[in-house]
Nanobody, 125 residues
Framework: QVQLVESGGGLVQAGDSLRLSCAAS????????MGWFRQAPGKEREFVAR????????YYADSVKGRFTASRDNAKNTVYLQMNSLKPEDTAVYFC??????????????????WGQGTQVTVSS
């Protein structure tokens, strides 16, 4: 059974940093792309970043480029999202997702096979 478990969310002030983790289990993820998405109240789920598990190649939404960094630890089967210089508009529930053989730069949420339960990030001004 595949499980994705996010952690690391919290309440911070603008300008602070957080690191989200997504622990993956249940299968080998070497052929998977891991995506980070977020969803604010009343808004659609929004792409944040993606990382190819085998190559480590990353891609970011313009809104987070230069502030957020996705990475992975193969030994721990965990992907991370380092978030720096947080802004109030970054407030959302953050989700990680896993999808196999995703080749586009920004796969749509529907292309991912597995999702975590989400972790809340709140940035106060």
């Amino acid at each position: 059974q595949v499980q994705l478990v996010e952690s690391g969310g919290g309440l911070v002030q603008a300008g602070d940093s957080l690191r989200l983790s997504c622990a993956a289990s249940g299968r080998t993820f070497s052929t998977y792309t891991m995506g980070w998405f977020r969803q604010a109240p009343g808004k659609e789920r929004e792409f944040v970043a993606r990382i190819n598990w085998s190559s480590g190649r990353t891609y970011y939404a313009d809104s987070v480029k230069g502030r957020f960094t996705a990475s992975r630890d193969n030994a721990k089967n965990t992907v991370y999202l380092q978030m720096n210089s947080l802004k109030p508009e970054d407030t959302a529930v953050y989700f990680c997702a896993a999808g196999r053989y995703l080749y586009s730069a920004r796969p749509a949420p529907s292309e991912y096979d597995y999702w975590g339960q989400g972790t809340q990030v709140t940035v106060s001004s």
